[in-house]
Antibody, heavy 125, light 106 residues
Framework: EVQLVESGGGLVKPGGSLRLSCAASGFTFSSYSMNWVRQAPGKGLEWVSSISSSSSYIYYADSVKGRFTISRDNAKNSLYLQMNSLRAEDTAVYYC??????????????????WGQGTLVTVSS | IQLTQSPSSLSASVGDRVTITCRASQGISSYLAWYQQKPGKAPKLLIYAASTLQSGVPSRFSGSGSGTDFTLTISSLQPEDFATYYCQQLNSYPPTFGQGTKVEIK
């Protein structure tokens, strides 16, 4: 059974740092790209960052670029999000999600097929 | 690429046919997914590649469209379908989400 379990959330002051972790099990972690997606209280979903299976390709939302760093350790089946210079607007539930790609007619169609339960990050003084 | 869902919310009764639309600001071929989210829970994948049903998802859910206009249809609304639905484009970075459509009980 595929499982993604986030940890590391909590209360942090503006300007502070936090490191989120996502422990994966039930699948070959090293074969999949992974994403972080967040959701501010009462708001919609916002994509944060993506990392390819071998960490060769990394992308960030403009809202976090230069402040957040995504990484992974395939030997430990773990995904990370280092968050620095945190702001009040970073307050959200952070989800890790697996990218599955469906291949049809020589094209690959990705989607986020498994999600963790989320970890809450609150940035407040 | 911006995604605009409509309506933002709707009220419907059990058994109703429900249609949610998602419009992309530029063409995204079939690189679109639909998710369902219930309060306090993580999103759940329903549809990928615009029209392919994820394994285990009831057949009352269907997706259609290509290019800029997409729809998610629930053929006969069930009590467990009351939730918020999001579309997401995965044609290019950043992989944006629509603002969501909340389906409420009438």
């Amino acid at each position: 059974e595929v499982q993604l379990v986030e940890s590391g959330g909590g209360l942090v002051k503006p300007g502070g740092s936090l490191r989120l972790s996502c422990a994966a099990s039930g699948f070959t972690f090293s074969s999949y790209s992974m994403n972080w997606v967040r959701q501010a209280p009462g708001k919609g979903l916002e994509w944060v960052s993506s990392i390819s299976s071998s960490s060769s390709y990394i992308y960030y939302a403009d809202s976090v670029k230069g402040r957040f760093t995504i990484s992974r350790d395939n030997a430990k089946n773990s995904l990370y999000l280092q968050m620095n210079s945190l702001r009040a607007e970073d307050t959200a539930v952070y989800y890790c999600a697996r990218v599955e790609t469906y291949y049809y007619d020589s094209s690959g169609y990705p989607s986020l097929d498994y999600w963790g339960q989320g970890t809450l990050v609150t940035v407040s003084s | 690429i911006q995604l605009t869902q409509s309506p933002s919310s709707l009220s419907a009764s059990v058994g109703d046919r429900v249609t949610i639309t998602c419009r992309a600001s530029q063409g995204i071929s079939s690189y679109l997914a639909w998710y369902q989210q219930k309060p306090g829970k993580a999103p759940k994948l329903l549809i990928y590649a615009a029209s392919t049903l994820q394994s285990g998802v009831p057949s009352r859910f269907s997706g259609s469209g290509s290019g800029t206009d997409f729809t998610l249809t629930i053929s006969s609304l069930q009590p467990e379908d009351f939730a918020t639905y999001y579309c997401q484009q995965l044609n290019s970075y950043p992989p944006t989400f629509g603002q969501g459509t909340k389906v409420e009980i009438k």
